[in-house]
């Protein structure tokens, strides 16, 4: 467990961008019942969370991908996280859509950018990784050399996993489900029977509270 993913996990606790509740369950968008639910928009609206968010993102992307010449956001949830790591490394920032603009000049991809730049694409969470790599794609349609896509938070989902390895993205996030759970184990934010709870849904979530 790095120092940086337990604090980051730490602060998506404290400030309630992620909620577990493993004995009254969410249902998400796709119908799936979960004992947790992330909202990582949250981050933005504390100063001390969105820069140490911003600092892990920019400290990683020069360990990774030095060679990065553009900052893209997946679109809506990680546009202001993407511009706040462009900003820090003086790099152009565009943002991928999840759909081509209906109107005007029908952009997926908002922004200037030129072919074969190399790109590092931010993302604020990662649960099958369909819609990110969708954005993926789009870049790499455009002609931009992706190099990789960093994430606040991964559910560690093998299907993420898998898929990601099929599109031959590399991804690194900067917490993830384990580490978030120890940590929420640690701080008495959960009991161990919240634990074999949360670690039986990820699993299956699909099926699972059916």
Known sequence: MTDTAKSIADYLL???AIKLQPSNPFTWASGWKSPIYCDNRKTLSFPEV???IR??????????????????GVATGAIAHGVLVAEAMDLPFIYVRSGAKEHGLGN??????????????IED????????????????????NVMGML??????????E?????NKCNLYTLSNYEILVDQAKETGYITDSDIDTLTRWRLDPSVWGK
């Not at 600092?55 to 893209?72: H, N, Q, T």
């Not at 898998?162 to 099929?166: E, G, K, P, V, Y």
């Open 55 to 72: 600092d892990a993102f920019v400290k990683k992307i020069k360990e990774l991908y030095p060679g990065a010449e553009l900052i893209a």
């Open 50 to 52: 969105r820069s140490a």
């Open 14 to 16: 404290q400030i309630k």
């Open 108 to 121: 997926r991809i908002e922004g200037f950018f030129e072919k074969n730049q190399k790109v590092v694409v």
């Open 151 to 160: 994430a606040i938070f991964t559910y560690g989902f093998k299907k993420a």
């Open 125 to 144: 969470l990662i649960s099958t990784g369909g819609s990110s790599l969708m954005a993926v794609d789009a870049l790499r349609d455009a002609g931009c």
């Open 162 to 166: 898998d898929n990601f390895r099929a």
